[in-house]
């Protein structure tokens, strides 16, 4: 069972705007950055978000994060089918011994 | 452009010791302060870190592993590699390699990821 928990799964059509939750406590979310990475089927994850809201070059600005207290979301804009992923959050927590911990992923399905 | 690539037996006997090297290219282990990590996924499931290496050799493990996890660091020869003992079938994993941007930063590069599995 992950500390940083999200739904495991989440749909959308062409278009849509989805969000994905990634939940959390004041050890980790709460008082630390919040990551977010892409796994495309059967390829290495990528970054997608980092420092609770930052894009790496070359990431659309469909893609954007926000962090309220102990929570994080990712939101996806104007949806397409190549973004039918797992989506993972990831935070540092203070309590162990200052390692990342991942969500459990998000499987995103592009209806 | 960083690349890294994993490398190692893609089979290991249950209680033995699974060793994996990450080669990194597009850049020195040494230069940037970064830090060098592993990660790993089993199928199906999430991901979970594994440990991290500093090129000066110092390292921090997931306390999870900690006690069977080593990694270390050939600076002349670009890698990193890891060494998980008394293995057994929860260990079977899609093990990645990744940088770290800085310490307790994000993962900017990673491997393509190499499947280890424990069997006999």
């Known amino acids: 069972q992950s500390v940083l928990t999200q739904p495991p799964s989440a749909s959308g059509t062409p278009g849509q705007r989805v969000t994905i939750s990634c939940s959390g406590s004041n050890s980790n979310i709460g008082n630390n950055y919040v990551y977010w990475y892409q796994q495309l089927p059967g390829t290495a994850p990528k970054l997608l978000i980092y420092r609770n809201y930052q894009r790496p070059s070359g990431v659309p600005d469909r893609f954007s994060g926000s962090k309220s207290g102990t929570s994080a979301s990712l939101a996806i804009s104007g949806l397409r089918s190549e973004d039918e992923a797992d989506y993972y959050c990831?935070?540092?927590?203070?309590?162990?011994?200052?390692?990342?911990?991942f969500g459990g992923g998000t499987k995103l399905t592009v209806l | 452009q960083v690349q890294l690539q994993e490398s190692g037996p893609g089979l290991v006997k249950p209680s033995q010791t699974l060793s994996l090297t990450c080669t990194v290219s597009?850049?020195?282990?040494?230069?940037?302060?970064?830090?060098w990590s592993w990660i790993r996924q089993p199928a199906g499931k999430g991901l979970e870190w594994i440990g991290r290496?500093?090129?000066?050799?110092?390292?921090h493990y997931s306390p999870s592993l900690k006690s069977r996890v080593t990694i270390s660091v050939v600076t002349s020869k670009n890698q990193f590699s890891l060494k998980l003992t008394s293995v057994t079938a929860a260990d079977t994993a899609v093990y990645y390699c990744?940088?770290?941007?800085?310490?307790?930063?994000?993962?900017?590069?990673w491997g393509q990821g190499t499947l280890v599995t424990v069997s006999s």
């Open positions: 290496i500093y090129t000066s050799g110092s390292t």
């Open positions: 990744a940088r770290e941007f800085q310490l307790l930063s994000h993962f900017d590069y």
């Open positions: 597009g850049g020195s282990i040494s230069n940037g302060g970064y830090y």
């Open positions: 990831a935070a540092w927590d203070n309590s162990l011994s200052g390692h990342v911990i």
